[in-house]
Nanobody, 124 residues
Framework: QVQLVESGGGWMQPGGSLRLSCAAS????????MGWFRQAPGEEREFVAT????????YYADSVRGRFTISRDNAKNTVYLQMNSLKPEDTAVYYC?????????????????WGQGTQVTVSS
């Protein structure tokens, strides 16, 4: 299984930006879709964004579309989540995950490897 390590979380004021990174181990990173999910306290884990193996196709949750951008660098085995115009409701632990297919998915059960998560807190 691949190991995924997220970084880049922290505290930010509303309206600010953060960029999350997720570094993957292994030599098959470029063969799989990747995704970002988040989980707020007392809430279920929810889909945020997904990207296909090449990086050409992406899809976002309605709550983040237009504010967040998912991207990947297959040469660096890394997937990113650029988060702009942050809102307090974006506060959550953010997880990256590897899909079981090259396309990516909005469904958590279609991911087989997960990072440990990174906390993002948006408040004034």
């Amino acid at each position: 299984q691949v190991q995924l390590v997220e970084s880049g979380g922290g505290w930010m004021q509303p309206g600010g930006s953060l960029r999350l990174s997720c570094a993957a181990s292994g030599r098959t990173f470029s063969s799989y879709g990747m995704g970002w999910f988040r989980q707020a306290p007392g809430e279920e884990r929810e889909f945020v964004a997904t990207i296909n193996w090449s990086g050409k196709n992406t899809y976002y949750a309605d709550s983040v579309r237009g504010r967040f951008t998912i991207s990947r660098d297959n040469a660096k085995n890394t997937v990113y989540l650029q988060m702009n115009s942050l809102k307090p409701e974006d506060t959550a632990v953010y997880y990256c995950a590897r899909a079981t297919n090259p396309i990516g998915s909005i469904w958590s059960h279609e991911y087989d490897s997960w990072g440990q998560g990174t906390q993002v807190t948006v408040s004034s």
